[in-house]
Each structure stands twice: as structure tokens, then as C-alpha cells.
């Protein structure tokens, strides 16, 4: 049988990489279930408006996006739009050459990641330094994250010392304590160097242009607090129509990442430093990135844009647990990912394996903070690979089934021929999947045709009455 | 970049013109969240409670914060110049006491005395701001970060602290000291930020 693209990953993926992959989103899942159910009696009501809320806020982009920035500019926030990753990019890089700035400290952005930022600067002569623990270890490893929220999942410990003693940070040592506090040395240093600091934005309410950045480390307040330019790089998705959605937004955000009631740090931005205070940027910059959201928006998978980066549908997915993040080859890994890459990328032939790759379970949808129907956008999307005839890796050898299934004789006759079974010695059957299974189980008796015996006799009777 | 701006509105007005209708925006009420409704509790006690969950620690009294800072061998800090004079005269012999920040001697102050604006009893929750923040590294860099909160200055729950955030430009919540998971899943605090989030009360 032909294997998935995605089957070859999990092939390659070390024993124990996989045991952690599975153990941390099990256990991610478990504590979102049980904080979000010892809380709430119906968690689903809450999960369902906010996906309104979302649903809502997208098909009025166009309203909200003109609305927000002029609440942004009236708050002295420089507002920047870019089309794609690019142009995004190069307005950072302007940003930064304009402020005669040479250094960035950022915190953890997943659009950042989509465009490519880190390395676009240092080509640039740009140091950009990861701040988030995970992230910094990916970037001096030259890593990818596999994980939307948890983006060194895929590592040990002894991974990660090697890496820190190889990044001249001290001799070996794995204890996650002294790892941890040897980042918190090294990071200060970049903080108090930089000048300038970028963040993502997990909100940006319409209402008043005030962006919100959770982060439990707190580097994203440490990214800022010393510096002087504060850019915000924000998808055109994270809108948010008013200031009392966030209670819903926050409340559903930290639960479903993390179990935890409220992510440990969340900070409202609207603006440069208040007067008087001595810490913190001089200016700010939000830029607005496209990058084929608006391509998005007009499919017919414009769910997917309601998505605010939980990762909960990753912890929960058997495929996701099975074969880690970058089995699916894009920013985005698991449930979201397989939506949401093959748009995203510009690469849908190259992607388009990705919604193959589920068994259609459900258990994303039923976790979505915003009940994105992940599933039915999979289907839509296999539906859209076979319109543009892009061929299909790994289907099992379906052609018997077809001849079956497409002609009514024939499967009339297979279901007679099917009593053979129930006379054959199971041991004279030659198929050796079927004899090393047969050892420990017995088939049911051969009952085929019943149901088509049942509904002939129901019509039979239908039509007398 | 300006034309940037065009091009994107053109796309998403392009994108949403074939929608026969547009999904409204629906009709909830912000109570759907809240998780403390009991009206018997005081706030107070779920403040405390929702805070020590978090591994915060709350002191009543200066004095007994002053030990426990000196007893943890935190010996020098700095603090907001507004409340120094108050805070040292309840203080025991041995706290030093900053009323600056100097960034070049960032891991000289082993704890940092701000102002809070708030706090959140749902959540146990500090809501810190650049008005009462005499000065943001001061309540992140130091390992302890002393948030003083007055008696006055509780929220019940999210929805009145959201519906409280005024013309601030940063408004910061904090819900317990910095931490991390993510080596191996395990929790370890004090990440960049303090490793112990301590609220002091005062009247």
C-alpha cells in the first residue's frame, strides 16, 4: 500500500520523541477537560459563542479592519498593513533602520514564524532573539516548533542541555531548574541590548485598538519594558469586536492551552508608554498581515480563521499524538495545521495530503475554544484536491470494493458467495492477516443480505398498509 | 505600505461580497463566564485562595513581610519612592532599600515594591498599570516583585476588571510568578520575570 507523506515522519520519528509527543498532549488534554468542566457547567455554550463571536468579526472584515486602525492611530500607534510575509518583513526591518536599531528581542509570534521573520533579519544584519524558553532553544538548535503553544514538545531534556552547553550558556547540565535560570541570565541581557521588541497579538478589539499579548513566562513584558520600539506583527483574523469579549476570549484561551484558569501574564496594550513612566517604548507599530487570510476568507473554509492558536486540537488528536508537529511539513502542525497550511502555504498540490491524513474522530471540533468545525473543513478540502485532480497518496487498494459497490449483481452475488465462510475451516483461509488474528478471535456467522432482505420486506409491507 | 492597505480591503470586501447575509453578533451576557457568583463568599477570601492556588503569597502586614523578605535572605531591593518612608519604619534592621532602578545593575535588587492598580478576586489576579507602576523593571526583573494593593481596589471577577480598563496605555494582569513548562512539561518559575509574586495589603 502507498503510505501517506505524513507516515514517512512517524516512520522516522525516534521511539521517544514519540512516547513525549503523546504523554505531554494527553496530559495537556486531561487538564483542559478537567478545569473546563469543574467550572462550567455547560463549557460548550461558552465554546459556541465565541466561535459566533469570531464567525461574526470575520464575514465584517471589512468594517472592523478600517475601524481598528483608526482606533490604533488615535491611540499613537503606527499602523503598518502588509499583503504578505514579505512586505511584512521589510516594514519591520524599515521600522528597526529608521530607529538606527540593530537588534531585536522577540516574544513568541506565530505569524512570525509564517513569515519567516528571524532569518530575513539576520540576512539583513539583523540579530533577532527568541525569548520564549522553547522557542529560543528551536532557534539556536535552527529547529522548527512542533507545537503551537508547546513549541519544543518534541525534545528531552538531554536535547537540550547539549544544545545550551553548545551555545557556550555552560558546561552540561539537565536539570530543567538550572536550564531555566541560565535562560534567565543570558535573556537580560538581550532585553537590555536590544532597543526594540516584537510581539504577536493573541487580541486586537476593534472597539478601542487595544492589543492583548498573554504569555506565562512574562518575556513579551520584558521584550517591551526596556525598550524603545515596540512592534506588534497581528494576522487580520485576531479581531475582536468589543472590549467584553475578552473576558469570554481570555477565560477559553488559558483553559484550553494550558488547563491554567488565566494565562499568568496578560497585557493590554494601547500605546506608547504612559506619561511619567520611565520603562517602556516610545513607540508602537501594529502591521496588519494578510499573507492569503483574505483567500481564506473567501473559501469555503473561512472557519478556519476563527482559530486564536490554543493547540488544543493538537493534544487531543491521535494522528497529531502519533506523529508530532513537523510531520506536517508547515507552521501550523495537527488539526488547525491540516486546514489551515495547505491554504496558507501558496502550496495547496504540495499540502493537499494533510486533510487526508485524519480519521475524521471529531475530538478537535469537540475541544475548539471556538468550535471550528475541523472535521467537515478537512472534507471540503479533500473534496477540493479530487476537483483539481491532484492525486491522492496512500488510499488502500479500493478497485475490488469499487466493482463491488457500483454493481448491484455482483454485490448480490458476494453477499450469497459470503456463506462460504460459515462451512470453510477457518484454518484453510489463506491470508495471513486474517490466521495470525484468528488465533485469539472467531468471526461472527455470515449474516450478509439481511439488511437488504429486511428493507425489500419493509417496502413489501409499507405498500400493503 | 499604502498600498497595501487598498489591496487587502479590496481582497476581504471581494471575499465577503458573494455572503447572502452576514452571521450577527450574538446577544450574551458577560455573567456566562464568571466562575464566582457565590454571594456569601467574601471577596476577599477567594482573592486569597485563588491567589495561594497560584502560588502567590499574601501579607496583611509590612512588618511580616519585611521577615519573611529578610528570613529569605532578600535582603536588597528597590521600591517605589512613594511608599518607602511607610515601608521602612515597619521594616526590620537589615532590608536596603532603592527608591531608582539602575538597569545596569539589573540583578542587584532581589526584590522590587510597586503599586498595584487592582486586583481580581475571581482569578487571584494583580492588575498592575504604567500610572501606579512607578516603573515596570521594578516590578519584573527583581526575583520578588512586592505588588502593594490597597483594601479599596478589588474586582469581583474578569468582566468588571475588563470593563475597568481605562485610558492606560499598559495595563498588565498577573496571575501568579513567571513560569514555564517547557522542558519536558515541567513547571518551573521565575522564568524571566519574578519567582515569587507577593501582594501586600494595605488600608
Same mark, same amino acid.
Given at each position: ?64 479592519? $478600517? ?15 502588509? %499583503? ?24 513568541? %509570534? ?22 520564549? @524558553? ?73 472597539? &478601542? ?10 518575556? &513579551? ?34 483553559? %484550553? ?21 520611565? +520603562?517602556? #517604548? ?11 487570510? %483574505? ?77 471550528? $468545525?475541523?472535521? +467537515?473543513?478537512?472534507?471540503? @478540502? ?42 470453510? #475451516? ?40 | ?30 455573567? =456566562? ?49 512613594? =511608599? ?63 505588588? /502593594? ?14 470593563? *475597568?480598563?481605562?485610558?492606560?496605555? *499598559?495595563?498588565?494582569? /498577573? ?29
Amino acid at each position: 500500500m502507498k503510505r501517506q507523506p505524513i507516515d514517512t515522519y512517524v516512520a522516522r520519528l525516534d521511539a521517544e520523541v514519540r512516547t513525549a509527543v503523546h504523554d505531554n498532549s494527553a496530559a495537556g488534554t486531561e487538564k483542559r477537560h478537567d478545569v473546563i468542566w469543574a467550572d462550567y457547567d455547560d463549557p460548550d455554550r461558552l465554546r459556541r459563542t465565541a466561535g459566533a463571536i469570531k464567525q461574526h468579526t470575520l464575514e465584517n472584515l471589512d468594517t472592523y479592519l $478600517p475601524e481598528v486602525e483608526k482606533r490604533l492611530q488615535e491611540n499613537g500607534t503606527h499602523v503598518h498593513w502588509a %499583503s504578505d510575509g514579505d512586505t511584512a518583513n521589510q516594514a519591520v526591518l524599515d521600522i528597526l533602520g529608521k530607529a538606527g536599531l540593530k537588534k531585536l528581542v522577540k516574544a513568541k %509570534s506565530m505569524v512570525s514564524e509564517e513569515t519567516g521573520l528571524g532569518e530575513f533579519l539576520g540576512e539583513n544584519g539583523i540579530e533577532c532573539v527568541e525569548t520564549d @524558553l522553547g522557542e529560543f532553544i528551536v532557534q539556536i538548535d535552527g529547529d522548527h516548533p512542533s507545537h503551537i503553544v508547546k513549541p519544543i514538545i518534541h525534545k528531552n531534556r538531554r536535547q537540550i542541555a547539549t544544545s545550551f552547553e553548545r551555545a557556550g550558556l555552560g558546561d552540561y547540565n539537565d536539570d530543567p531548574e538550572v536550564i531555566t535560570r541560565r535562560a534567565r541570565v543570558h535573556m537580560r541581557r538581550q532585553y537590555l541590548e536590544a532597543g526594540a521588541g516584537l510581539t504577536g497579538a493573541n487580541f486586537l478589539v476593534a472597539e &478601542s485598538g487595544r492589543i492583548v499579548v498573554v504569555t506565562n513566562e512574562g518575556n &513579551s513584558r520584558f521584550c517591551l519594558a526596556p525598550s524603545r520600539v515596540h512592534i506588534a506583527m497581528v494576522g487580520i483574523e485576531k479581531i475582536i469586536p468589543r472590549e467584553r469579549d475578552l473576558s469570554l476570549f481570555l477565560n477559553l484561551l488559558g483553559r %484550553s492551552a494550558t488547563g491554567q484558569r488565566l494565562t499568568v501574564y496578560t497585557e493590554f496594550i494601547s500605546g506608547p508608554r504612559g506619561q511619567g513612566q520611565p +520603562d517602556g #517604548p516610545e513607540e508602537m507599530h501594529v502591521i496588519l498581515l494578510d499573507n492569503r487570510r %483574505s483567500e481564506v476568507l473567501a473559501s469555503n473554509c473561512r472557519e478556519i480563521l476563527r482559530c486564536i492558536r490554543c493547540g488544543a486540537c493538537l493534544n487531543v488528536c491521535p494522528v497529531y499524538r502519533q506523529a508530532s508537529g513537523h510531520a506536517y511539513r508547515s507552521v501550523y502542525p495537527g488539526p488547525v495545521g491540516a486546514v489551515l497550511s495547505p491554504l496558507l502555504s501558496g502550496e495547496f498540490r504540495e499540502r493537499a495530503d494533510l486533510p487526508k491524513a485524519s480519521s475524521l474522530c471529531g475530538a478537535c471540533n469537540e475541544v475548539c475554544p471556538v468550535d471550528i $468545525p475541523i472535521p +467537515d473543513l478537512l472534507l471540503r @478540502l479533500r473534496d477540493r484536491a479530487k476537483v483539481e485532480g491532484i492525486p491522492s497518496p496512500g488510499v488502500p487498494p479500493m478497485g475490488a470494493w469499487a466493482v463491488l459497490a457500483t454493481q448491484p449483481l455482483v454485490w448480490r452475488s458476494a453477499l450469497v458467495a459470503g456463506r462460504m465462510i460459515n462451512i470453510v #475451516p477457518r484454518s484453510l483461509i489463506p491470508v495471513p492477516a486474517f490466521q495470525a488474528w484468528q488465533g485469539k478471535k472467531d468471526l461472527p456467522t455470515w449474516r450478509g443480505g439481511k439488511f437488504r432482505s429486511w428493507m425489500k420486506q419493509r417496502r413489501e409491507r409499507k405498500e400493503k398498509n | 505600505m499604502s498600498g497595501d492597505r487598498e489591496e487587502i480591503l479590496k481582497r476581504v470586501g471581494e471575499a465577503l461580497a458573494p455572503l447572502p447575509e452576514r452571521s450577527p453578533y450574538p446577544h450574551y451576557d458577560t455573567d =456566562l463566564t464568571v466562575t464566582f457568583k457565590d454571594g456569601s463568599v467574601d471577596p476577599w477570601v477567594r482573592f486569597k485562595s485563588m491567589f495561594a492556588a497560584v502560588n502567590g503569597r499574601v501579607f496583611e502586614s509590612v512588618s511580616e513581610l519585611g521577615h519573611w523578605l529578610l528570613e529569605s535572605g532578600h535582603t536588597h531591593g528597590c521600591c517605589d519612592p512613594d =511608599l518607602v518612608d511607610r515601608l521602612r519604619t515597619a521594616f526590620p534592621e537589615g532590608l536596603a532599600m532603592e527608591t531608582g532602578f539602575d538597569r545596569a545593575r539589573i540583578d542587584d535588587y532581589a526584590f522590587g515594591i510597586t503599586r498595584a492598580r487592582g486586583a481580581i478576586a475571581e482569578s487571584g489576579t494583580l492588575v498592575l498599570d504604567d500610572r501606579t507602576t512607578w516603573q515596570r523593571l521594578a516590578a519584573l526583573a527583581p526575583w520578588v516583585h512586592v505588588a /502593594v494593593l490597597s483594601r479599596s481596589d478589588l474586582w469581583r471577577d474578569i468582566p468588571t476588571a475588563v470593563d *475597568n480598563l481605562d485610558d492606560d496605555p *499598559n495595563v498588565i494582569w /498577573v496571575t501568579g510568578p513567571s513560569k514555564t513548562a517547557d522542558v519536558e512539561g515541567i513547571l518551573i518559575e521565575g522564568v524571566h520575570g519574578p519567582g515569587e509574586q507577593v501582594c501586600l495589603l494595605i488600608d
